[in-house]
């Protein structure tokens, strides 16, 4: 599902780039003419100078760009072109909770904190318990600690971030030649050592196991999520 929050980054990254093009030219045509008078006074060799300094910033930036992925916007914009996932940022402050799960026997990764996008949940009932295209999921996995309170003795609580998991439905099965999509999700798995890589190969091999039991709900454990009843 595209997400109407974010926007349409490609198109405006397109935008940027047409914009900086003309002002490329507009700085290209004002430089040859301060280079004509550059010599009549100090003012316009200063003048000339800080054309000039416009002129390199704006190269470096359209230089940049061209260089950056491509955004496959239209369908979501946390996946390149060829499929490659990357992890959504500010997703704790902004998008809908799902639920959590606690393994209390596991300090280093015992609880899951699960997120989705805005919207999604109102999509997957109003289509009939059906996840939306597009739509993603992020499972957060944190150590656990437990102490004694005055609720209790032996009280758990979240820690320090391990990993995330990222699934993004693809109901079109998009990149079939893409290891890490199928059975209608795009999958990912990013460690908090470096949130930037998909350490996933394969979704088979590193994925879809532990979703084995939950076949029958789109491979999402949909009971652990009170809000999508």
């Known amino acids: 599902m595209k997400n109407i929050f974010l926007g349409s980054i490609s198109s405006r990254l397109g935008q940027l780039s047409s914009l ?4 490329l030219l507009i700085c290209g045509v004002l430089h040859t003419l301060l280079r004509k008078r550059a010599n009549e006074s100090g003012q316009m060799k200063t003048e000339l100078s800080l054309i000039t300094t416009g002129v390199i910033t704006i190269m470096v930036l359209i230089t940049a760009y061209s260089a950056a ?3 496959n916007d239209s369908f979501s914009p946390y996946v390149d072109l060829d499929g490659q996932i990357t992890l959504p940022t500010n997703f704790k402050e902004n998008w809908t909770f799902l639920g959590a799960w606690t393994l209390p026997g596991n300090k280093d990764d015992g609880m899951h904190i699960v997120y989705t996008e805005p919207g999604v949940v109102k999509k997957f009932k109003e289509t009939g318990n059906r996840f939306p295209d597009g739509a993603v999921l ?3 996995v ?6 004694a309170m005055t609720t209790g003795a032996n009280v758990i609580h979240a820690e320090n971030e391990t990993l995330w998991f990222v699934m993004i439905k693809d109901t079109k099965g998009r990149f079939s030649g893409n290891p890490n999509w199928g059975d209608g999700w795009g999958w990912a798995l990013f460690n908090a050592s470096d949130p930037s890589r998909n350490v996933s190969t394969s ?4 994925c879809l196991g532990c979703h084995i039991p939950a076949k029958q709900t789109d491979w999402i454990y949909t009971r652990g999520y009170p809000v999508l009843k």
């Open 142 to 147: 944190r150590s656990i600690k437990s102490e």
């Open 203 to 206: 979704y088979k091999k590193d």
């Open 20 to 23: 900086l093009v003309r002002k």
């Open 69 to 71: 992925p491509q955004v």
């Open 138 to 140: 992020i499972k957060e």
